[in-house]
């Protein structure tokens, strides 16, 4: 796939740095922060990352970006390690942040010692009020002119644990009125008593991302650094570091994080979604997290196709979930083993049908795989459930189901035509009447009769009560994120839970990851968190409709 398709911009510029020299080999990296599940956006970055590493031949690290112990922890470490070799990667060194900090440290001392950091008192109030605005230029700190030994001694107690926090930190000594914000004495270390997931109490100081990300990428010899547009403006100070330490020049990217319709992506706001009770963790099948992808039935696949198709840009845009939709039908459509299952049933008895007979029914699982996927017995008989909604009693034009006098073909088995049916007080169809033609069984249809109308069922006397899930959109508008307060955004209606749906029995053996079609019902995949043995809870994955398939064969 990659070999038809133009080079990306990062593409374009790694061939260039091949090229020219300045690079002989490729290595990338992944840097998440482990402060909750990785969602679609990140798997744009990672296929992003990997992507670039395999078509070069180079490595890929996975680097946490530790950084900050207030907000980490170890449960999000092993979901993410889940969650990317799921996608389908493998990375070659698993590093952390945290695994530099003495060396990150020793970098802190040597640029104190060049005169190009300093301890300072101000608060972080006065730090800001000093800062400037990017019209005018900021003020130095009274703190800036400290000798080397003093900052030194300073530092020293500081990472002793001599102070409180927020009573100092350390600052690069760079430019109070440079016209890039981040240039003016940006903050380098900060107090923070507080344990560390992996480092535990051994520091009492953390460096600041701009501190530790460009270092660790030159530790670990990373040749392209790619992250999103956010860090553009941070890209001087990158270098910066960088060029004072004299470390290995590894370079920054910036391309457009992914945004898609009627969902939120940021970490953040989705803890928010988890913590406020309006989705049922982080693997809800209803959030756009990898997990909860996983969990709905999204393939791996159709995720980095997706990614493929929606290519890497400079300008940020919002993709419609209409797309990611139609990648993972594609795949699905592909793969899904076909069953039938009944949402809401309604009786149909086939009057002319023995009452004391039974068939077994034979039907391909899969009409678009080559070998189709192999094949299944159906019990068929005298009693079938079918979907409420497949008859009418006054048909409306072109209605092709069931109807009084209409036929249709039963899947997999015979024509019946509707003689009649039964209805209680309320008015409700308790019971449709019907005869067969018996010559007319599928796969050996002598009959010569051509209906329209194909219906599913399931047997009576066979099938199994099941709960199915159906999903809608998470919130209700198409960018909830631009709006103020997201969660008055919510779309009430996005889990409907359907308690009666009956299936045919072969299902009582899915287990999560099956993948099935429910003919005309749409795709579904049993929940991992829900099913029992022998009692399958499935969760649509997505409908069949499929809006996206004009739109991309333009
Ligand atoms: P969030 O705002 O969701 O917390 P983040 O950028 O803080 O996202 P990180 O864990 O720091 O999350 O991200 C790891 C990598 O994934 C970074 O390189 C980041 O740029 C990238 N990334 C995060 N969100 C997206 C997105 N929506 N599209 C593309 N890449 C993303
Ligand atoms: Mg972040």
């Known amino acids: 796939m990659t070999e038809e398709r133009s080079l990306n911009f990062i593409e374009e510029i790694i061939e260039e740095d091949l090229r020219s020299g300045r690079t002989r080999t490729v290595h990338t990296r992944f840097p998440p922060e482990p402060n909750g599940y990785l969602h679609i956006g990140h798997a744009k ?4 990352n990997f992507g670039l590493a395999d078509r070069y031949g180079g490595l890929t690290n996975l680097r946490f970006d530790d950084t900050n112990p207030v907000t980490e922890d170890t449960e999000y470490v092993e979901s993410i390690k889940a969650d990317i070799r799921w996608l389908g990667f493998e990375w070659d060194r698993e590093c952390y942040a945290s695994d530099y900090f003495d060396k990150l440290y020793a970098f802190a001392e040597q640029l104190i010692g060049k005169g190009l950091a300093y301890v300072d008192d101000s608060s972080s109030e006065e730090i800001a009020a000093m800062k400037g605005t990017p019209t005018e230029p900021g003020r130095e700190s009274p703190f800036r002119n400290r000798s080397v030994e003093e900052n030194l001694t300073l530092f020293r107690e500081m990472r002793a644990g001599r102070y409180a926090e927020g009573e ?26 507080v344990s560390h997931h992996r480092t535990r109490d051994a520091w009492r100081i ?21 992250c999103t547009l956010e860090f553009e403006v941070h890209r001087p100070l990158y270098e910066w570091y960088i060029e004072q330490l004299g470390i290995h020049p590894s370079r920054q990217y910036e391309f457009a994080r992914l ?18 009770g309006h989705v049922d963790g982080w693997d809800d ?30 300008r940020e845009n919002i993709i419609d979930v209409g797309l990611l939709e139609y990648c993972v039908r594609e795949d699905l459509n592909r793969i899904a083993e076909r069953r039938m299952v009944v949402l809401d049933p309604v009786k149909l008895v086939i009057t002319d049908y023995p009452e004391d007979h039974a068939e077994e029914l034979d039907a391909e699982n899969n009409p678009e795989a080559a070998d189709q996927g192999g094949r299944r017995t159906l019990p068929f008989g005298r009693e079938l459930w079918i979907e409420r909604e497949d008859f009418m009693e006054v048909p409306a034009k072109k209605w092709f189901r069931l109807a009084p006098g209409a036929m249709v073909r039963l899947k997999h088995a015979y024509i019946v035509r509707c003689e009649g049916y039964t209805k ?16 007319s069984r599928s796969g050996s249809d ?66 999560p990851g099956g993948l099935f079609q429910f003919l005309r019902k749409g795709y579904f995949t ?29």
């Open 526 to 554: 049993p929940d991992a968190r829900l099913s029992r043995p022998g009692r399958p809870v499935f969760n649509r994955t997505v409908g069949l409709r499929d809006s996206w398939a004009k739109a991309v064969a333009k």
């Open 206 to 226: 953390y460096p600041m991302y701009d501190f530790a990300h460009g270092q660790s990428d030159s530790i670990e010899g990373i040749t392209h650094s790619v």
């Open 285 to 314: 099948p209803r959030m756009p997290t990898l997990s909860g992808m996983r969990r709905r039935g999204y393939t791996p696949l159709s995720i980095r196709n997706f990614c493929e198709r929606i290519g890497v840009q400079r």
């Open 259 to 276: 945004n898609m319709t009627y969902t939120v992506m940021s970490k953040r706001k989705l803890l928010q979604l988890v913590q406020e």
């Open 168 to 193: 100092k930190v350390l600052r690069a000594r760079i430019d109070m009125a440079s016209p890039n914000m981040h240039m003016r004495d940006p903050v380098m270390y900060r107090i923070r008593h």
């Open 45 to 48: 970055s990672i296929c992003l």
């Open 424 to 439: 209680d007080e309320d008015g409700r169809i308790t019971e449709i009447h019907c005869t067969h033609i018996p010559m």
């Open 446 to 511: 002598t009959s010569g009769i051509n209906v329209k109308g194909t219906i599913h069922w399931v047997s009576v006397a066979a099938a199994l009560p099941a709960e199915v899930r159906l999903y809608d959109r998470l919130f209700r508008v198409e960018n909830p994120a631009a709006e103020g307060s997201f969660s008055d955004f919510l779309n009430p209606d996005s889990l409907e839970v359907v308690q009666g749906a009956m299936m045919e029995p072969s299902l009582a053996d899915a287990t």
